[in-house]
């Protein structure tokens, strides 16, 4: 805070005060004599003082102008009794702030340090009573009097500390102080000793079970069947007391998750019987389903799943069962052939290569008759109904050839495609009887005869040999048999509009 003593009173009195200074006179009017503006002034317009020199004037906050040390601008010097900064915030003594001066704090520097702190274990003298860490600080442990030096303390006379002090130790348990050969470690090897050396509570000289063996030389004496050199049973005990519990009497049992009684060779456990969830045999090959396991039946089924542990799946395993029949397709159109011969028929879980689901096809020598084919006038029963040739429609561009068009060659030559500059769904006349611009002589469509209309040659794959180029049509693949073959018979029968 600001202070004012009598001298910087006095002095502030002196300048308001002193008249002009020495030579200063009232003004003449003269424009020749140069007056000083310079000189600082406060609100009175009168100048403002600075007596000793620092800069700082009383006005600008200098609290002691008498003193050149004490200014605004000055560092605060600690414990000297004045305010050198003239800021009231600036601690002058107690600069840990905890609320002890420094002639009271013997560590003004550490705000955890001084009379009223508790004393804690690090080493420090907390409280300022001039000890260190001394008994009962905080952070400390509990320590046992351990007079007979034999490293175990006596439960009953303990010091709470920072470190043991001597003649103390950490641990306790020693049932006689005065005897370092009475503590928790002392040997009883002495089964005629009634002594309790260890401090446990027993002695060596006890023969509980009555097996002729001392407590001293066996591993349990309450249990007459356990003793040194006993035959090992599979009992959960270690019956001969060599460390070992039921060593080479125990049987392997293996997981049973699915409780079909067939347990998981990677899931075992040795055992004296078989815990809950667990079998002697180790042959199930999925034991999360019940449904597998060496007893059961091999059928067919999508997942290929070994039913019944074998190494062998569906068609593999010749035990299997739910077969279907299947036919044989010579012809490769997707449906077989109605034969009684075991030659034409085979028994199996997935379709063979060579064989249909069907036995519908009235000729298995040519692909394009089946039963899905499109009955033409070729004296054929093409679609295996039993009729030949029963059909006497006329095919027309507009009614039956365009939708075959739109729908399998959409993108490239339909619906805004023109690939290969070739549009099919400009209409009859963009294509019969109109120049192919790949090969030029031949007619897109010639009426009547498929073998010169390139546009069946670009459908049958052959547009190369008659001088074609691109890719068979449609790139897609969607054209069905019954669509060429109604194609074909529309071109062979002077494709009508």
């Keep these: 805070m600001t202070r004012l003593t009598l001298r910087s009173i006095l002095a502030l009195a002196f300048v308001m005060l002193t008249p002009l200074g020495c030579g200063d006179k009232e003004p003449s009017g003269d424009d020749s004599v140069p007056t000083d503006d310079s000189s600082p002034t406060d609100d009175t317009g009168e100048p403002a003082s600075d007596v000793d020199g620092d800069g700082f004037t009383a006005e600008a906050g200098d609290c002691d102008d008498n003193d050149a040390a004490v200014n605004p601008g000055a560092a605060e010097t600690p414990y000297n009794g004045v305010d050198d ?9 107690d600069l840990d702030g905890d609320g002890y001066a420094k002639g009271a704090d013997c560590n003004d520097g550490d705000g955890a340090v001084n009379p009223g702190a508790d004393e804690v274990c690090d080493g420090s003298d907390n409280d300022c009573d001039g000890l260190v860490d001394p008994d009962g600080s905080a952070g ?16 009953g006379v303990t010091v709470e500390a920072c470190a043991a002090p001597e003649g103390y130790v950490e641990l306790a348990g020693d049932c006689d102080d005065g005897d370092a050969s009475f503590n928790p470690l002392a040997t009883e090897d002495d089964c005629t000793d009634p002594t309790d050396y260890n401090c446990d509570g027993s002695t060596g000289f006890a023969d509980a079970d009555g097996d002729g063996f001392a407590a001293c030389e066996e591993c349990d004496d ?15 005990l270690d019956n001969n007391c060599d460390g070992d519990v039921d060593e080479g009497v125990t049987s392997t049992f293996y997981a049973d998750g699915d409780s079909d009684g067939y347990g998981d060779r990677k899931n075992s456990t040795e055992s004296c019987s078989a815990p809950r969830g667990y079998v002697s045999d180790a042959t199930d090959c999925d034991d999360g389903d019940r449904a597998v396991n060496p007893k059961a039946t091999e059928v067919c089924d999508t997942k290929d799943t070994d039913e019944d542990c074998d190494g062998l799946v569906n068609d593999a395993d010749s035990s299997v069962t739910g077969t279907s029949t299947f036919y044989t397709d010579s012809d490769g159109d997707g449906y077989g052939a109605s034969s009684s011969s075991s030659s034409s028929t085979k028994k199996a879980c997935d379709q063979p290569s060579g064989y249909s689901a069907t036995s519908d096809d009235c000729d298995d020598t040519d692909a394009k008759i089946n039963p899905a084919a499109t009955e033409v006038e070729d004296r054929e029963d093409n679609d295996c109904d ?14 039956d050839i365009q939708p075959i068009w739109s729908a399998s060659c959409k993108g490239c030559h339909t619906g805004g495609g023109s690939s290969g500059k070739l549009k ?43 001088g074609g180029s691109g890719a068979t049509m449609p790139k897609s693949g969607t054209m069905t048999k019954a669509d060429l073959a109604i194609i074909e018979t529309w071109i062979n029968e002077g494709a009508p509009n």
Excluded: M, R
Excluded at 140 to 155: L, M, R, S
Excluded at 222 to 228: M, Q
Excluded at 386 to 399: F, K, L, Q, R
Excluded at 424 to 451: H, M
């Design 424 to 466: 099919l769904d400009s209409g009859y006349s963009a294509i019969v009887s109109v120049k192919s611009t790949q090969a030029t002589s031949y007619n897109l469509v010639e009426p009547g005869d498929t073998s010169k209309s390139y546009l069946w040659h670009k459908l049958q794959g052959t547009h190369a040999s008659v």
């Design 222 to 236: 309450t249990d007459k069947s356990v003793y040194p050199d006993a035959k090992e049973t599979c009992d959960f």
């Design 85 to 93: 900064d003239c800021d009231a915030a600036s601690p002058d003594d």
């Design 140 to 155: 400390g442990g509990t320590f046992f009097a351990d007079e007979d030096g034999d490293g175990y303390g006596d439960d």
């Design 386 to 399: 039993g009729d030949i040739d029963e059909v006497s429609y006329t095919y027309t561009h507009d009614a």
